[in-house]
């Protein structure tokens, strides 16, 4: 500064002429410098910092450079420069060293944000992120950051303590607890979700209460992100998830195998006992013949023990077309490529109702994907259907158009042929 002061002197200018423009000068070459150096840092030390990370075989390096950490930094160097030159002009001194303490602070926080951004970022990259999902971790440590930022550019602006300001908002507390009434329940609720493993990012679950049945795709401070089947995104407030019920089909999705449920209703009127005929034909079933062979001398040495007298069908025991059937079923899902033959497997009756005899298939497909699952399902029962007449069953329904239509016709001839 005297240095300029003193060549303008030189040049016979008056002394508020020289004040002036020495002033402006030494503005205009921080400014420059500010700028060359803010170039410097950018240019020189970011493509450095760049160049060093595309060749880095660790996947962090990509993350730190897509958050643009280093360019964030960057941003200090012009506003050190100014904060270490504010001496120069002795009156503007102090408010030119509170902007750029201000900016720095600033500064600081985007950069801290940006790192727990990185850090999110990397987490994500492991495979216990799905399991021990941090996200809500971060953004509660993202919210105390800002606090702390703020209360300190506060200070530092009012040129007080940032503990008065902290012992001030003591007195806030209530209102600071309804403001972030939310984010308090969202924190208790993750650190629950999380300790006790109760949902993590790629679990189907089921929430009748907010139409939500699809799979986790976010888990954050105060919601849960759920994409539904039809692809639209329900959200649902995390604390939600611990104050109301919830289905996770995560076990069934980890267990390899997904329950098939499902009944066919067999006509009662079509259930009877088998006669030698219907036995000759089930012997030349695959997966009946061994079945019929030793039942029949199973039951054979029943009767002939017990003397039972064969001229009634009711006396000892005997086949039923139903039984039969039931036994075909169980076999046909023991052979079948898509059930699991490690789970579950029953072919059992329901209690009879007017629709008929429920006989319900309880077994597990050995594929858990939805579309997978539903053609296992719909073949398995292709087939019942298919095969229930060979039985000499009859699956019942409630009369349609049609059966009606087929009455009225058959009486229109009987009464034709009467008359």
């Not at 000068?25 to 700028?35: E, F, G, P, Q, T």
């Not at 995560?250 to 005929?277: A, H, L, P, T, Y």
């Not at 899902?333 to 429920?358: C, S």
């Amino acid at each position: 500064m005297d240095f300029i002061r003193k060549q303008l002197e030189e040049l016979g200018m008056s002394e508020p002429s020289i004040g002036y423009l020495s002033n402006v000068i030494m503005v205009v070459w921080i400014a420059l410098i500010s700028i060359i150096a803010n170039y410097i840092a950018k240019r020189l030390v970011l493509k450095t910092v760049h160049r060093i990370v595309s060749h880095n075989r660790f996947k962090w390096g990509h993350i730190v450079v897509q958050k643009q950490l280093f360019q964030r930094l960057s941003h200090l160097v012009p506003a050190v420069i100014i904060y270490y030159t504010a001496y120069i002009f002795p009156a503007y001194q102090a408010l030119i060293e509170k902007a750029a303490m201000t900016y720095m602070i600033v500064i600081m926080i985007t950069v801290l944000n940006a790192l727990l951004n990185v850090f999110d970022d990397i987490y994500r990259t492991y495979e216990v992120s799905k399991i021990r999902p941090i996200k809500s971790y971060i953004q509660v440590a993202k919210i105390v950051l800002f606090i702390i930022g703020g209360i300190i550019v506060i200070s530092s602006l009012i040129g007080q303590n940032p503990l008065i300001i902290l012992s001030g908002l003591g007195a806030l507390s209530a209102v600071l607890m309804l403001i972030f009434k939310d984010s308090i329940l969202g924190l208790v609720a993750g650190v629950q979700l999380s300790s006790n493993d109760m949902v993590r990012v790629g679990d189907w679950i089921e929430m009748p209460k907010y139409n939500a049945d699809g799979d986790v795709i976010d888990i954050t401070l105060n919601t849960v992100k759920v994409m539904n089947f039809d692809k639209t995104i329900t959200m649902i407030p995390s604390y939600a998830l611990i104050s109301d019920s919830f289905r996770n089909w995560r076990g069934m999705q980890v267990s390899g195998g997904r329950r098939i449920k499902r009944s066919i209703f067999i006509d009662i009127s079509s259930i009877r006992f088998c006669n030698e005929e219907m036995v000759a034909d089930f012997e030349k079933i695959h997966y009946l013949s061994e079945y019929i062979t030793s039942k029949l001398k199973e039951i054979e040495a029943y009767n002939t023990e017990h003397q039972v007298n064969r001229e009634s069908n009711v006396n000892g025991r005997q086949l039923t077309n139903i039984g039969v059937f039931r036994e075909y079923i169980h076999q046909y899902l023991r052979h079948h490529p898509k059930i699991n033959k490690d789970m579950t497997m029953i072919v059992r009756q329901l209690a009879p109702e007017d629709r008929g005899l429920p006989l319900e298939i309880y077994a597990f497909s050995n594929d858990t994907n939805w579309g997978v699952y539903e053609n296992v399902q719909a073949d398995i029962f292709d087939h019942i259907f298919a095969v229930a007449p060979t039985f000499g069953l009859r699956a019942f329904q409630n009369p349609t158009g049609h059966d009606i239509v087929q009455l009225k016709e058959t009486r229109e001839k009987e009464y034709v042929r009467e008359y």
